[in-house]
């Protein structure tokens, strides 16, 4: 089954502490991409990458790390977590050049960051 | 920067009336997709447009693109078995995959 797989799910955590939140996608998509979504503001774009070892600052990287060491994975890195940090995450990926790239979405990682 | 806008943000709709959201933007871009979001889930794709006066229909709801005005439509029609809903409209800045989204609009049916 075609999919974007994130874990964990929710994962509740203390300032300072680092942690990695893994997405993995089985579609062969060159891009991939993290928001953040927050009440009232959307999805916003933390980073996202085109392909293995490219990535891009979104909207929103401050306290934010990524890494594309592999087509199918962009983990997401929160070195010294805040509460400010505390959010729904989504990790997307699709298809690259051409036209129409829709994304597709994992379930989603809530983090709670005291 | 790419500023992206929809309006309403909550819509409480009647069965069988037909209602407009509204996406606007403010710079160039001739991507612009709908999405989807059921309470508690993920985002879906419902719609891709990909140029000026692209207009696309999938049954009750109905989506278009004016790249000039910088505007995109979703049209609903409400039916009472409707779940509750946030639909979000997204704007490919500099056409890369540099997504901007709206802050979505919250959509619920009245019996």
């Known amino acids: 089954e075609a999919q974007v797989t994130q874990n964990p799910r929710y994962l509740i955590t203390v300032t300072g502490k680092k942690l990695t939140v893994t997405c993995s996608q089985n579609?062969?998509?060159?891009?991939m991409s993290w928001y953040r979504q927050d009440p009232g503001l959307g999805l916003r774009q933390i980073y996202y990458?085109?392909?293995?070892?490219?990535?891009d600052k979104g909207d929103v990287p401050e306290g934010y790390k990524v890494s594309r060491k592999e087509k199918r994975n962009f983990p997401l890195i929160l070195e010294s977590p805040s509460p400010n940090q505390t959010s729904l995450y989504f990790c997307?990926?699709?298809?690259?050049?051409?036209?129409?790239?829709?994304?597709?979405f994992g379930p989603g990682t809530r983090l709670t960051v005291l | 920067e790419l500023k992206v806008e929809q309006n309403p943000l909550f819509l409480s709709m009647q069965e069988g009336k037909n209602y407009t959201i509204y996406c606007n933007y403010s710079?160039?871009?001739?991507?612009l997709y709908w999405y989807r979001q059921d309470p508690g889930k993920s985002l879906e794709s419902l719609f891709v447009?990909?140029?000026?006066?692209a207009v696309k229909q999938e049954g009750r709801l109905m989506a278009s693109l004016d790249t000039k005005a910088r505007l995109s439509t979703l049209h609903i029609t409400a039916a009472v078995h409707d779940p509750s809903a946030t639909y979000f409209c997204?704007?490919?800045?500099?056409?890369?995959?540099?997504?901007?989204f709206g802050a979505g609009t919250r959509l619920t049916v009245k019996p």
């Open positions: 579609m062969n998509h060159e891009y």
């Open positions: 997307a990926s699709s298809f690259y050049g051409g036209l129409g790239n829709e994304q597709f």
């Open positions: 447009l990909l140029s000026n006066g």
């Open positions: 990458s085109m392909n293995v070892e490219v990535t």
């Open positions: 997204a704007v490919d800045h500099n056409n890369n995959n540099d997504m901007r």
């Open positions: 710079t160039t871009s001739d991507r």
